[in-house]
């Protein structure tokens, strides 16, 4: 199994170009995450989804879309970067809301 | 405010020693997880607790609900354990998850 993958791993765009990055997972788990790590902060969670179809708001969900359209897969979407968007983005999922997450690689994102 | 603080922020200490990291948190949880992220970024999930203790190992983790604290302990810490150590409660109120912003560990040989 390959657990949590994402997809890129690295990205350089510049501002107000658009982008998405792909997490998939193969355990069967219904609840997806994506966050965002910046320095000297925590994780902080900008959406997530209970199960196929659905998704919800997290901490930090401005400049940010989503979509769950298979069980397996959590896109995340940036319509016009901005530099604020730097980061480093993480993907987890879950079987439900209480149980470990598995965490993907991470993807470097940084906007010029 | 954060509510969920973590001390000490970075920890030093040679190989051996015996560790300990706090997390407390100002919110109602019913649960609260204990990660690790490597020096190459992977996160990984070290426990997830709602009371007690529990251990894997050298580790050790232990919970008390009514104080809202939470421990991780290392015994016999190797430099391998070198890490950042995350906590995260998860809220009684959505379920989601607040993060610590973890303690950086290193341990000397």
């Known amino acids: 199994n390959a657990g949590v993958t994402q997809t890129p791993k690295f990205r350089v765009l510049k501002t107000g170009q658009s982008m998405t990055l792909l997490c998939a997972q193969d355990m069967n788990h219904e609840y997806m995450y994506w966050y965002r790590q910046d320095p000297g902060m925590g994780l902080r969670l900008i959406h997530y989804?209970?199960?196929?179809?659905?998704?919800a708001k997290g901490e930090v969900p401005d400049g940010y879309n989503v979509s769950r359209l298979k069980k397996q897969n959590f896109l995340l979407g940036l319509e016009s970067a901005a530099p604020s968007q730097t980061s480093v983005y993480f993907c987890a999922s879950s079987r439900y809301h209480r149980n470990e997450q598995f965490f993907g690689p991470g993807t470097r994102l940084t906007v010029l | 405010k954060n509510e969920v603080e973590q001390s000490p922020q970075n920890l030093t200490a040679q190989e051996g020693e015996f560790i300990t990291i706090n997390c407390s948190y100002s919110?109602?949880?019913?649960?609260l997880h204990w990660l690790q992220q490597h020096p190459g970024g992977g996160i990984v999930s070290l426990f997830m607790l709602s009371s007690g203790k529990k251990k894997h190992g050298r580790l050790i983790a232990t919970i008390n609900i009514q104080e809202k604290h939470s421990s991780l302990h290392i015994t016999a810490s190797h430099p391998r354990d070198s890490a950042v150590y995350i906590c995260?409660?998860?809220?009684?109120?959505?379920?989601?998850?607040?993060w610590g912003a973890g303690t950086k560990l290193i341990i000397k040989p």
């Open positions: 919110v109602g949880i019913s649960a």
């Open positions: 989804s209970v199960g196929e179809g659905t998704t």
């Open positions: 995260a409660g998860c809220l009684d109120s959505n379920y989601q998850l607040i």
